[in-house]
């Protein structure tokens, strides 16, 4: 499974981005995927995940109400809408997908990875 990032870019304090995750391969359907971040400095931190249905997704405490994850089986695609975006914000967003471990929350339990899209929040 190949994930591509992508939605990214520069937005002012109280703005909104979509970032989407572009998988290949219909086994992308069958997998839970998840959205973290990496901000200058920071290690990767997790932002939010859904499962393979689509039915049940969480969120990290700092973006609940703000961010929302989507995905499209369809498609084979995951979105995530980033709204009442802040500073602290930016980050490298990366998606990922099939989750092996125990805590989603963990960048170690997922083992496909995008490349990352970079989100600037300007104050």
């Known amino acids: 499974v190949q994930l591509q990032a992508s939605g990214g870019g520069l937005v002012q304090a109280w703005g909104s981005l979509r970032l989407s995750c572009a998988a290949s391969?219909?086994?992308?359907?069958?997998?839970?995927a998840g959205w973290f971040r990496q901000g200058p400095g920071k290690e990767r931190e997790f932002v939010a995940y859904?499962?393979?249905?689509?039915?049940?997704?969480s969120y990290e405490d700092s973006v609940k109400g703000r961010f929302t994850i989507s995905r499209d089986n369809s498609k084979n695609t995951v979105h995530l809408q980033v709204n009442s975006l802040k500073p602290e914000d930016t980050a490298v967003y990366y998606c990922?997908?099939?989750?092996?471990?125990?805590?989603?929350?963990?960048?170690?339990?997922?083992?496909?990875w995008g490349q990352g899209t970079l989100v600037t929040v300007s104050s």
């Open positions: 990922a997908a099939q989750f092996i471990g125990r805590d989603y929350r963990r960048p170690d339990a997922f083992s496909y």
């Open positions: 391969g219909r086994a992308f359907r069958s997998y839970s």
């Open positions: 859904i499962d393979w249905s689509g039915g049940g997704a």
